[in-house]
């Protein structure tokens, strides 16, 4: 089955200890985003990857880290999160060759204390 | 402005009702448009492109219009199911860049 998955799907934490969101997809997309949804603003892209080894930043970078060393994952790292950083977070996949779907994962919803 | 903007609602709407709304975008070099459905939780999915000529799926019909730069979505006959939180999209002028609203929230009551 085509997905994106999203590990840990709920998580608690506070200020200060680095975490990482793990992001995986299994339909050989090149393109790969985290975003973040807050109510009332929508979803915010926070980085962007267009192929292994090739990151930007989105909207809203801050406090964010990504890497893409294999095709398939794509992590984000919270290195000293803050509760600013509380949110709704969705991974999301696309193939940029072919339509113009955007698949997402089912989310992460992070709390930081 | 935001570069996307749509009416948050909430829309609430008798079931059976038609219900419409719309999306004003911004940049007027766009390209691409689309609707997205998310059920409250989950994830965004597709619902439906968004064609020049307008294009119709089932009870779902999308809109564009390029003069005014806004488009429209309309639900006809709505279902108990319809409910949901109903998102613009837009594509800018690069392959990989997608603007997205804020978001309209339908409740449909029996």
Known sequence: ?113 | RKEVEQDPGPFNVPEGATVAFNCTYSNSASQSFFWYRQDCRKEPKLLMSVYSSGNEDGRFTAQLNRASQYISLLIRDSKLSDSATYLCVVKGDSNYQLIWGAGTKLIIKP
Not at chain 1, 52 to 72: A, I, L, N, Q
Not at chain 1, 87 to 112: H, I, K, M, W
């Open chain 1, 1 to 113: 089955e085509a997905q994106v998955t999203q590990n840990p799907r709920y998580l608690i934490t506070v200020t200060g200890k680095k975490l990482t969101v793990t992001c995986s997809q299994n339909m050989n997309h090149e393109y790969m985003s985290w975003y973040r949804q807050d109510p009332g603003l929508g979803l915010r892209q926070i980085y962007y990857s267009m192929n292994v080894e090739v990151t930007d930043k989105g909207d809203v970078p801050e406090g964010y880290k990504v890497s893409r060393k294999e095709k398939r994952n794509f992590p984000l790292i919270l290195e000293s999160p803050s509760p600013n950083q509380t949110s709704l977070y969705f991974c999301a996949s696309r193939d940029l060759a072919g339509g113009n779907e955007q698949f997402f994962g089912p989310g992460t919803r992070l709390t930081v204390l």
